[in-house]
């Protein structure tokens, strides 16, 4: 397991605070539970507009509201984030709609990052299972530091479980955020322009439609350019030959 620095066992300590509120709220607090059940109902449904309805009726508190719901499907109950994303679209436009998803998934993001290194395994595995830690060690293992860039552009890969997966390999965290920033943000922009397309025109929509199909070209095109060159790197071709 990697040594932790000082700033990062005061994160993780946070961290796991936050966790234990959120499992002894849900069990001893009845609107609270209520109010995780309807949502992950709603996340496990795909149900955009239930969501969308559901988050503005807290008013102003909302985005709130929203950032809370990205951080617990990260950590404890690994629902389809997309579909949040479309819902903060759909509510907010797509603009701040992406921002706030965007913003909220870092945070959930780093959080992950912090359970898998300073919890360890067993807990991690227990989230998002032993066979999908497995599958992402085999990611890292294939691309090393670009990992978590091929996979945040890659549609339909859970985000949760690369973040789980990199907390179990020496990367700073730093360099975590700056890959997962970077790499997440195409998607999220996608995403958050077919929710804004939802209660817009046709044309808006088919654009939204073409944006997605983009997205999953150019992201299979990196994906195999960044398997070229970590194969010559094994085999110590440099890389400007590739």
């Known amino acids: 397991m990697t040594k932790l620095t000082l700033q990062s066992k005061i994160s993780l300590g946070v961290t796991i605070g936050f966790i234990i509120l959120l499992i002894a709220g849900y069990y001893f607090i009845p609107g609270y539970r209520h109010f995780i059940d309807t949502v992950s109902v709603m996340l496990a449904k795909l149900d955009i507009k239930a969501l969308r309805n559901y988050i503005a009726g807290f008013g102003i508190w909302g985005p709130l509201i929203s950032t809370f719901l990205m951080v617990f499907q990260s950590i404890l109950a690994p629902l389809p984030a997309f579909v949040l994303t479309f819902a903060n679209a759909y509510l907010y436009g ?118 997605v199909i983009l997205l999953v070209v150019v992201s299979l095109f990196v994906r195999k350019i960044l398997q070229k060159r970590q194969a010559k790197k094994k085999i110590g071709v440099p890389n400007d030959q590739v």
């Open 94 to 211: 797509w603009l701040f709609g992406a921002a706030l998803s965007w913003s909220s998934a870092m945070l959930g993001a780093l959080l992950c990052f912090y359970i898998a290194r300073g919890i360890g395994r067993p807990f991690a595995e227990k989230i998002v299972t032993k066979k999908a830690l497995a599958k992402m060690d085999g990611f890292f293992n294939e691309y090393g530091d670009y990992t978590i860039i091929v996979l945040r552009l890659l549609p339909f890969v859970s985000f949760d479980e690369v973040s789980y997966g990199a907390g179990f390999t020496d990367m700073k965290v730093g360099k975590f955020l700056i890959a997962t920033g970077i790499g997440q943000l195409p998607a999220t922009i996608v995403y958050s322009f077919v929710g804004g397309s939802l209660g817009g025109s046709k044309l808006m929509l088919f654009m939204a439609l073409i944006a």
